[in-house]
């Protein structure tokens, strides 16, 4: 079945196999940021941004995103210049290994985009479905409060 969606900001028609994952597809082009993890749902290895909101995609079947605007972290970056969130994970050592990393990140992109006064809960609430081994989250949260608070766009 063909589908049609947009993907970092560009107009797609997809060829997918009935029940064939999200997850799968930005794989098979080559959107490494959206890492292989639990396929079940647990971990936010796989985190995407579907019309803005953080979404695990390797729950979300390819027919689902017809007609939607899909975001991985690859359309946030350039090779020139990280975004400010970015290099806020960089500076408070937030980023260990970096495998949950990518996830984390658009999951703070997705509370930047909603209305209203960002908190410490806010942040920790919205990195709950990022499972790290590595660095305890503590400096994510304060790297996503340094950017947050400063009422600036995350990833932008």
Same mark, same amino acid.
Do not use: W
């Given at each position: 079945?063909?589908?049609?969606f947009e993907?970092? @900001?560009?107009l797609v028609?997809?060829?997918?196999a #009935?029940?064939s /994952? *999200? *997850?799968?597809?930005?794989?098979?082009e080559? *959107?490494?940021?959206v890492?292989?993890?639990c396929d079940? @749902?647990?971990?936010?290895?796989? $985190?995407?941004?579907?019309?803005?909101?953080? +979404?695990?995609?390797?729950? +979300?079947l390819?027919?689902? +995103? !017809?007609g939607k %605007?899909? =975001? /991985?972290?690859?359309?946030?970056? $350039?090779?020139?210049?990280? #975004?400010?969130?970015? =290099?806020?994970? *960089?500076? &408070?050592?937030?980023?260990?290994c970096g495998?949950c /990393? #990518? @996830?984390?990140l658009?999951?703070?992109e997705?509370?930047?985009r909603?209305?209203?006064? +960002?908190t =410490? &809960?806010?942040? %920790?609430?919205?990195l709950?479905g990022?499972?790290?081994?590595? $660095?305890?989250y503590v400096?994510?949260? !304060?790297?996503a409060? %340094?950017?947050?608070t400063?009422d600036?766009g995350?990833?932008?």
């Amino acid at each position: 079945m063909i589908i049609q969606f947009e993907l970092n @900001g560009r107009l797609v028609s997809a060829d997918a196999a #009935p029940g064939s /994952t *999200l *997850l799968e597809y930005l794989r098979g082009e080559e *959107l490494y940021s959206v890492k292989h993890g639990c396929d079940h @749902g647990e971990c936010g290895a796989c $985190t995407i941004l579907v019309n803005s909101r953080s +979404v695990n995609a390797c729950l +979300v079947l390819m027919h689902a +995103v !017809e007609g939607k %605007k899909i =975001e /991985t972290l690859e359309s946030f970056s $350039t090779h020139e210049q990280l #975004p400010e969130m970015q =290099e806020s994970f *960089l500076q &408070a050592g937030a980023a260990q290994c970096g495998f949950c /990393t #990518p @996830g984390m990140l658009l999951s703070v992109e997705a509370l930047d985009r909603e209305d209203g006064v +960002v908190t =410490e &809960a806010g942040v %920790k609430d919205a990195l709950n479905g990022n499972l790290c081994r590595c $660095t305890g989250y503590v400096k994510p949260v !304060e790297a996503a409060l %340094k950017v947050l608070t400063q009422d600036r766009g995350a990833l932008r």
